[in-house]
């Protein structure tokens, strides 16, 4: 950018750039997770289908074409810094960003109307679906997540009693069991425990933002517990069925505790870009 703030047109062209980043090349963390899964894996079936996703990977990134098939439904997580100064709408520059890359990359028209089925694009009725926060300086940070429906549709969530503690690692484990190899194992596990019904979700859907590697002990300890599980890459048994877990948490009301899961494929799709005045941070 040359000017002397942001304008539609940047937040437009920044969008295409992401989605084309996004959904044809895998973060260096995935990928490396998936490497080191591919050299840890014992089982000869699973460890053949690990070596076919690295080379899916390979031959996305070379020809610039989407990863999967499934280009997913898009979540925005939109950063506003409070000194920034927009005379636009940014979610229609988005949205206008999404339009163009649907038809440049090309992604698949995954939206549509929940009744009738019918088709929107990729952009509807609450879809994409951006979320914003407020923070300090005067940039604009987007990052976008693609979220398949293979992964989507066998996330959970429970509102648990606050008594049941010792029942979230349980149903963590009971999630990934009931999912078996629907998500395209191996997955990463994000989940959210605490604040309100709809929080919890959220929570569990920005843990699949961060750093594959990132876990502390406790997320450590239940990754071991899925991997002990045997449900293996894409449901077929071996040593490796997920490749992280992360949580999030936020207080609660005193009488209730939520949990969300919320899995994801192999394919952690994510990328990110900073808008600041007279330049572009990527």
Known sequence: MSSDKIT?????RSVVDLLVRAETRLPDDVTAALTDA????????????IKTILENIRLASERNAPICQDTG???FFVEIGRKCVLDFDIRDAICDGVEKATEIIPLRPNAVHPITRESSGNVGVGLPDIIFDLTEGDRIKITVLPKGAGSENVSRLAMLNPSQVADIRRFILKTVVDAGGKPCPPVI??????????KAALLAKRALLRDVLDMDAFEREILADINSLGIGTMGLGGDITALAVHIEYAHCHTAS?????????????????ELTVGDRVV
């Open 257 to 273: 505790l939520p949990v969300a899961v919320n899995i994801q494929c192999w394919a952690n799709r994510r990328a990110s870009v």
């Open 73 to 75: 439904i898009l979540i």
């Open 38 to 49: 591919h050299q840890r894996e014992t089982n000869p079936t699973a460890k053949e289908q």
């Open 189 to 198: 596990v994000g989940v959210g425990v605490g604040g309100s019904f709809d």
């Open 8 to 12: 539609y047109e940047d937040v437009v």
